[in-house]
Structures are given as structure tokens and as C-alpha cells.
């Protein structure tokens, strides 16, 4: 006796099942991929061999945006990031871990930039505003009576 004889087969539905065996993928995909992979390599490879760009703030960010959109390219088309995948937890937790680095890294780099400042405030542009605050040795009550506060004769 089988289970279908038991529960009575398609009345509960067990028929019609929907394997997501994954990502059904074409060749052409596979070399829209390629060949815009290779686009977005060579773009930015020639604007820096070219010196193309002059500033460079305006190429650090020419760079960046072509590097983004190939990291795009590269989770559509090769490893077949979609809304669709998974029900949409691969999209997602993708999302979680894109958002997390750049937290992480923007507080990195938050803690370094401002640690100067923060921890040391003493030194570089600070010592300027710190000597002008502070009288002159040689005008301090300690500096008069000598060193250890004794009068020196």
C-alpha cells in the first residue's frame, strides 16, 4: 500500500509540485555577462591609461560607478541574483551584507579620520591655539620660585 493509495493522491494536492530546481540560465546570458564584464573593464582601464580625466576626485568616482555596475552585472548574470531566487532571500541577505560592510567601513574610517583630533588634540593644528592659551613659563608662580616650588637664592 502506497502513501498515494492511503491519502487519496491529487485530492491533497501532492501532485502538482514546484521544484525551484534554481536559476535556469542560457548561454546567451552567459555571454551578455561576458561581454559586458569586458566593457566595464576596458571603459575604466582606458580612461586611466589615457589620463582622460584630469581630477582626481571626478575619476575616483568615474571608477567607483563603473565598478559598481560590473559587480551588478556580475550578480545578475553569472551568479543569477534575482527577486525571484530563493523566494528572495539571496537578494536580501545580499542586501543585509552590502549595508553592514558599508556601515562598518564608513565607521572605520570615521574613527581614523576623526582619531587625531579626538585622541591627541595637543598636537599638529592644535598646539598653535593650546600655546596661545596657556601663560608663558616663565611667568608662572612655579617658574619664579624655581623647580619644586622652593625659592632659589
Not at 69 to 89: P, R, S, Y
Not at 101 to 130: D, K, R, Y
Request: net charge negative; hydrophobic share 50%; glycine share 10%.
Amino acid at each position: 500500500m502506497s502513501a498515494q493509495d492511503v491519502h487519496g493522491g491529487a485530492a491533497h494536492g501532492h501532485d502538482d509540485h514546484h521544484h525551484d530546481d534554481g536559476p535556469h540560465s542560457t548561454v546567451s546570458a552567459y555571454i551578455i555577462g561576458f561581454f559586458l564584464s569586458v566593457v566595464l573593464t576596458a571603459i575604466p582601464f582606458w580612461l586611466v591609461m589615457a589620463k582622460v580625466i584630469d581630477d582626481r576626485g571626478t575619476a575616483v568616482l568615474a571608477l567607483g560607478s563603473f565598478a559598481v555596475v560590473q559587480i551588478l552585472v556580475h550578480m545578475v548574470c553569472f551568479l543569477h541574483m534575482n527577486g525571484k531566487a530563493e523566494g528572495g532571500w539571496t537578494l536580501l541577505s545580499t542586501i543585509f551584507s552590502i549595508v553592514f560592510v558599508a556601515v562598518t567601513i564608513a565607521g572605520t574610517l570615521w574613527v581614523m579620520l576623526h582619531m587625531n583630533t579626538l585622541m591627541m588634540p595637543g598636537h599638529g593644528e592644535h598646539a598653535a591655539a593650546a600655546a596661545e592659551r596657556t601663560p608663558a613659563a616663565a611667568e608662572t608662580p612655579a617658574a619664579r620660585q624655581g623647580y619644586g616650588g622652593a625659592a632659589t637664592n
